[in-house]
C-alpha cells in the first residue's frame, strides 16, 4: 500500500486543476534549486490601455536599465557604421557599435554582396581611406578573389564576418550584436540627442551616447528622433534582391561559356533602358539576361517572371558561384514590415526560379545546386534625411567642389535607369553637410541615407561612398567631442585634419 503522501489526487481535484490552468488564473507552485540552474521569471508589464477604435495600444511606463554608456554610438554595422566606428575610435574617442544581426558587414555579410568597388576599370581615382583598408586587409587574410573583368576585388561573404570580427576587437570598439535601437532620448527641453532605447534578448534597455551616428540604411534613427526626410513613392523605389549562391558548378565550363557569348553593359539596356554616356556600352560585364528568355521560351520558368537578370560574381575552384544578383523586385517599401515579409518569400521563389533556368540553359550549371540564400534581402532605396546640403544629380555628375568636403568618390552611378562608370578620372568630393539632420543636435547620418535627390542616390548608395561619409561621420563625431561643440557647430577644419591623419583623400 502506497504512503498517504504519495497518494494520487482524487480525479476531481485534477480536473479543477486542469481547467484553472486552462482558464488563465494564476496557481501557487513550490519551486526549488534542483542544480540545473535557479528557477527565474519576469516581471510582466502592468496592464495598458486599448483604444480599439483608434487601432492603438498605449504602453504603461516603466524603468529601463543602462546598458552602457560611451561618447560615439554608431547604430549600424555596414560598410558605413564600421568606418564610422573605426574612425571616431582612431580619432580618440570611446565608441560602441550597435548591430541588429549576429555579425558586422551589413550588405556584405548579411545579403552576399561581395563587392565594395566593382567599378575599377582602367582610368578610376580611388577613394581613400578605411573603404579601401578593409578590401586590403580582407585580401591578406585570405578572404578575396579577383572580379571578372576588371582590378575589383570579390569578397568573400561570409569570412568578412572574421575580417571585420578583427578590425573590431584590435581597435578597442566595444560590440554589441543582437541588439536593435527602437526609440530616441533627447536632453530635456532641447533637440540634442543623448541616447537610444534598444530591444534585444535582454529586454528594452538605454544606451546613453555623448554623440550618435545613423548608420541603419534606412534612416532609422533620424526617422525616430523626428528629422525630416523623403522617401521614393514605392512604385518608383529602386528594386529590392534576394541574392543566393549555387554549388555543384563546373567553373571552367561556365567560363568558356561566357567567353563565348560576352556580355556588356550595352545588354544592360535591353531590358532597363540604361542611361550611359556610352563609353560603358562596349566594356564587358559579368551579366545574365537573354537566358532567362530562352528558359521561358522552353517553358522551364513562367513565362510572367520578368525581373529575372542580373550579374554574378566570383567563381570557386570548389565550384561556387557567388553573389548570383538575378532577382529584382519593384513596388516593395523596405520600410514597411509587410512589405519586406512578402519580399523576402517572393524573393526566394524568385530565386529558386532564376537557379532552374541557370541549370537548364547554361553551360556548367547542369549539376548545379542551391548553397545558400543571404541573410536577409537587398535593399538599395528607402528614406533619405534632407540635409543642410542635399546633393544633387548635376553634382555627382559634374566634379562638384564643397569646403566641407569630408572625402571623395568617382563618378559612379548606378540607378534608376542611369549608368555611367568612372573610367575617366572623374570624382566628385562629398559635403560634411550631406550627412547633417535640420532638426536634431548630435546626431549624424552616414551611409545611403545622406541627402540627396534620385541620381545622387545611385551614386551614394553604393557600399564604398558608404565608407566615404562613415569616416567622415566617425570623425566629425569624435572631433566634436574634443572641441566640445556639438555636430551641428563643429569645426571642419579640424575634421578635415584628422581626416588626412587617417589617409582619405579629400579634393
Known amino acids: 500500500m502506497q504512503d498517504e503522501d504519495k497518494t494520487p489526487a482524487p480525479f476531481p481535484a485534477r ?38 477604435a483608434q487601432g492603438v495600444y498605449i504602453e504603461p511606463p516603466k524603468a529601463l536599465p543602462i546598458l552602457a554608456t560611451c561618447e560615439v554610438l554608431v547604430v549600424g554595422a555596414g560598410p558605413a557604421g564600421l568606418s564610422a566606428a573605426l574612425a571616431a575610435r582612431r580619432a580618440g574617442a570611446d565608441v560602441i557599435l550597435l548591430e541588429r544581426f549576429g555579425c558586422f558587414g551589413g550588405a556584405i555579410t548579411t545579403v552576399g554582396m561581395e563587392t565594395l568597388a566593382w567599378y575599377r576599370y582602367e582610368g578610376t581615382i580611388e577613394s581613400e581611406g578605411i573603404g579601401v583598408e578593409m578590401e586590403r586587409r580582407a585580401a ?51 533637440n540634442r540627442l543623448k541616447g537610444l532605447i534598444t530591444e534585444s534578448k535582454s529586454g528594452r534597455q538605454v544606451v ?16 525616430l528622433a523626428g528629422a525630416s526626410y523623403r522617401k521614393t513613392p514605392k512604385d518608383k523605389m529602386l528594386g529590392m534582391t534576394t541574392v543566393f549562391n549555387a554549388s555543384g ?24 533602358q540604361q542611361q550611359t554616356t556610352g563609353k560603358e556600352e562596349a566594356l564587358r560585364s559579368p551579366y545574365l539576361d537573354k537566358e532567362f528568355d530562352e528558359a ?3 517553358g522551364v520558368i513562367p513565362q510572367d517572371s520578368t525581373n529575372l537578370g542580373g550579374s554574378w560574381s ?11 544578383n538575378l532577382v529584382h523586385m519593384y513596388g516593395f517599401d523596405p520600410t514597411d514590415v509587410m512589405d519586406l515579409t512578402r519580399a523576402e518569400m517572393q524573393g526566394r521563389s524568385e530565386a529558386l ?55 571623395i568618390f568617382p563618378e559612379f552611378i548606378d540607378g534608376y535607369a542611369v549608368l555611367i562608370l568612372p573610367s575617366t578620372g572623374r570624382y566628385f568630393e562629398v559635403p560634411y553637410g550631406c550627412m547633417v539632420p535640420l532638426e536634431v543636435d548630435n546626431l549624424l547620418v552616414a551611409g545611403r541615407c545622406v ?57
Open 249 to 272: 558548378v563546373d567553373k571552367q565550363r561556365f567560363l568558356d561559356y561566357t567567353e563565348a557569348r560576352p556580355a556588356t553593359y550595352a545588354d544592360w539596356s535591353r531590358t532597363w
Open 208 to 223: 546613453l551616447a555623448q554623440r550618435i551616428i545613423d548608420c541603419t540604411g534606412d534612416a532609422d534613427i533620424a526617422h
Open 15 to 52: 480536473i479543477a486543476r486542469m481547467l484553472s490552468r486552462w482558464s488563465g488564473q494564476r496557481l501557487t507552485f513550490s519551486r526549488r534549486n534542483t542544480g540545473e540552474g535557479e528557477v527565474l521569471q519576469h516581471q510582466p508589464p502592468a496592464a495598458g490601455e486599448l483604444d480599439a
Open 296 to 298: 521561358r521560351a522552353l
Open 353 to 407: 526560379q532564376a537557379l532552374m533556368a541557370l541549370k537548364a540553359v547554361v553551360p556548367g550549371f547542369e549539376k548545379a545546386k542551391l548553397r545558400n540564400f543571404s541573410m536577409t534581402i537587398g535593399v538599395r532605396d528607402s528614406r533619405k534625411i534632407i540635409g543642410r546640403h542635399n546633393l544633387t544629380g548635376d553634382e555627382v555628375r559634374n566634379q562638384a567642389k564643397f569646403a566641407d568636403s569630408i572625402g
Open 314 to 324: 566570383s567563381l570557386t575552384e570548389a565550384g561556387e558561384a557567388n553573389n548570383l
Open 451 to 507: 541627402a540627396g535627390d534620385m541620381v545622387s542616390h545611385a551614386a551614394m548608395r553604393n557600399m564604398m561612398a558608404c565608407t566615404v561619409t562613415g569616416q567622415g561621420a566617425g570623425v566629425a563625431a569624435a572631433v566634436s567631442i574634443r572641441q566640445n561643440q556639438s555636430t551641428a557647430d563643429v569645426d571642419l577644419v579640424d575634421v578635415q585634419a584628422e581626416l588626412e591623419k587617417q589617409g582619405v583623400r579629400l579634393h
Open 140 to 190: 591578406a587574410m585570405g578572404g578575396t578573389v579577383k572580379w571578372p573583368y576588371n582590378d575589383s576585388e570579390c569578397l568573400d561573404a561570409d569570412f568578412f564576418k572574421v575580417v571585420a570580427d578583427h578590425l573590431v576587437r584590435e581597435s578597442g570598439i566595444r560590440p554589441i550584436l543582437h541588439c536593435m535601437a527602437v526609440d530616441v532620448i533627447f536632453e530635456e527641453g532641447t
